[in-house]
């Protein structure tokens, strides 16, 4: 069943293109700065979009005396910024809440991933860059490429899923890799690379999805390489800890801090975990 990553594009409709708010969305988060009546022409052209957004926009995490009605006043209160990395994550939410039947994972644990992953690897780069001129466009650029770091999954699944099979990983999180290749002859980082070309990505997001689990060997874009790379350990690392009800034996530690990712960092991951997911996505792309 050997073929290449974009060969798979080619056959696979629906990942073939993005919605075009989306696209438009992404493009926007690499602006330095976002103006208001930008991001409106976007919105105004997708209601169920706006619609989201409003019903996020009003929920007890900003505890607003009064409701926000519009997306104008949504962009006021909370910033151009916030609302538009908001705004790309529930675009988003449709293409990765999905099941995964080749590597057996469910929709919900995907997106669960993906969430954590994008909030972890934005708290890791407002660490790295706190004051420094353009942070809060590095932080956004964290969240972004965090939540779609494992889209090469969804590229890979349905070739699974058209030939039946099943990649049988083992219990750490690089066992997919080596499943993945020898099924196809390449893994999902570089799956993922070539579907965020496909998809118009800028190579600020496409080299983390590429070099996400061996950031080592990125040549350019070190900083946001290692904050999504930290990111996905620290998302990992919390699943496998929650799911097995210990952390002993793990290598993940070890990896964290060869990332400079302190035990801080991963507990404040732990407690935000505690709560729904709702009010960590907010949290996120609070960038004020």
Known sequence: MRTTASELIETTSELATLPATVVR????????????????????????????????????????RR??????????????????????????????????DGYGIAKDDFWRHSLITAAASARVAQVRVTAAPGAA?????????????????????????????????SGHRQGSRAAEIEMLGFDHCEAGAALAEHWGFPTDLSVPLRFHHDPAAALYHNHLVEAVAAGDL?????????????????????ELADLSITDQIVDEFRTALAGDLQKLLLASTDVV
């Open 234 to 254: 620290i998302a990992h690392y919390l699943e496998y800890v929650d799911r097995m009800g210990c952390d002993v034996g793990l290598d993940f530690p070890r």
């Open 137 to 169: 466009e590095y932080r956004s650029q964290a969240f972004t490429a965090g939540l779609v770091h494992d889209v090469g999954k969804l590229l890979i699944d349905t070739a699974c899923v058209r030939h039946g099979r099943r990649l049988n990983c």
């Open 67 to 100: 409701k926000i009605a519009t997306v104008r006043q949504a962009l006021v209160l909370l910033g151009n910024k916030a609302i538009t990395m908001l705004t790309f994550a529930t675009g988003m939410t449709p293409i990765l809440r999905r099941d995964l």
């Open 25 to 64: 969305l992404l493009e926007v988060l690499q602006e330095p700065t976002v103006g208001v009546d930008e991001v409106l022409v976007i919105l105004e052209r997708d209601p169920a979009m706006t619609a989201n957004l409003l019903k996020l926009a009003n929920s007890a995490y900003y505890g607003m």
